[in-house]
């Protein structure tokens, strides 16, 4: 396995817009409907794949937070990230802020912490609708956590994913990054999974970025990612698959824009899939996936912000 470990000690070293993102916005002017947020980079897991593998910023302060939530011209999405975003002992708190102005809550964790029935409790007690995301890379199959998230997780993943639904978190989404040669697999694991927990009601699938901290591996692309699903997850014979956005599709005027990043469609009245193609460069200009960058008031594209930033740190440690 070759990666490497990166420590950039201050926020500061690599203002917005200053590590050769292009496409940058204020707040104020924000054109995104979904805007990702990393509440703060400490994590209790070492996997080996991490688009995010800092882990010496600070968190983000939930005073910023606040400011920008008022000063956002249109509804949005937030999804909360990281690290690993239960860390921030503000995670609740991000969480209602976000709700009373009016923007819509998910969140995307490793899931340890919710192996606490009370922490779990103490989500569905903030009144939230949020949409709890847990990631699964190896589904139920601790060979394939070994491999992507380097640890036996299955138990843990498996156990959080119980509590959540046992308390009545009622819109969950699991995921997984699909590693080409090791864990096509969890493809139906997770498909299983969504039926035996009554609250999951998404799942995404993804290929990995080769940003951060990455094991060498020729990422599947998103017609081949669709190949892969749709073989091991057909049609439903019942019900007519809804596409709400095809990145396969090239006719001008299709809602991806050009982008050519994400499939996402109904596949019955429960589950909604997503596939997406991570951190190409086409999809630098991808329309609906902001990042906000902490202390700036500024919001840059998403994946041009990651590939930019694991840039940065490539030259950091050069140098």
């Not at 050769?20 to 204020?26: D, L, P, Q, Y």
């Not at 005073?63 to 609740?92: D, I, S, W």
């Not at 997984?176 to 039926?195: C, F, K, T, Y």
């Not at 094991?215 to 017609?223: A, F, M, Q, R, V």
Request: glycine share 6%.
């Amino acid at each position: 396995m070759a990666f490497q470990e990166y420590t950039i000690p201050k926020l500061k070293d690599f203002p917005s817009g200053k590590i050769g993102s292009s496409i940058v916005h204020t707040v104020d002017e924000n054109p995104f409907p979904l805007i990702y947020v990393d509440l703060t980079h400490r994590c209790n897991y070492c996997c080996n794949y991490c688009y995010n593998p800092v882990r010496t910023l600070p968190d983000m302060s939930l005073k910023y937070f606040r400011e920008v939530c008022r000063r956002l011209p249109n509804r949005v999405a937030f999804r909360f990230m990281g690290g690993e975003p239960t860390l921030h002992p503000q995670f609740l708190e991000f969480i209602t802020t976000a709700n009373e102005h009016k923007h819509m809550v998910s969140f995307v964790s490793n899931g340890a912490v919710f192996t606490d029935l009370s922490l779990a409790r103490a989500l569905k007690d903030t009144g939230v609708p949020v949409i709890a995301t847990i990631s699964m890379n190896g589904g139920s199959n601790n060979a394939w956590y070994r491999h992507i998230d380097n640890g036996d997780y299955a138990e843990e993943k498996l156990k959080a994913l119980q509590n959540l639904d046992d308390v009545g978190i009622r819109r969950i989404a699991i995921t997984a990054i699909i590693v080409r040669g090791v864990n096509e697999g969890v493809v139906m694991d997770l498909m299983d999974l969504s039926e035996r927990y009554k609250s999951v009601r998404y799942i995404h699938y993804r290929s990995i970025g080769k940003v951060g901290k990455f094991i060498d591996s020729d990422p599947y692309t998103l017609e081949e990612l669709k190949g892969i699903v749709d073989s091991r997850i057909p049609y439903d014979k019942v019900y007519k698959r809804k596409v709400k956005i095809d990145g396969l599709d090239p006719t001008p005027g299709n809602r991806c824009l050009g982008c050519m990043g994400c499939y996402e469609y109904h596949h019955n009245p429960k589950i909604e899939i997503c596939l997406i193609d991570f951190a190409k460069p086409e999809t630098f200009r991808c329309w609906k996936r902001g990042k906000l960058i902490e202390g700036t008031f500024q919001v840059e594209s998403f994946f041009e912000n990651m590939v930019q930033f694991s840039s940065y740190l490539d030259r950091t440690l050069l140098e």
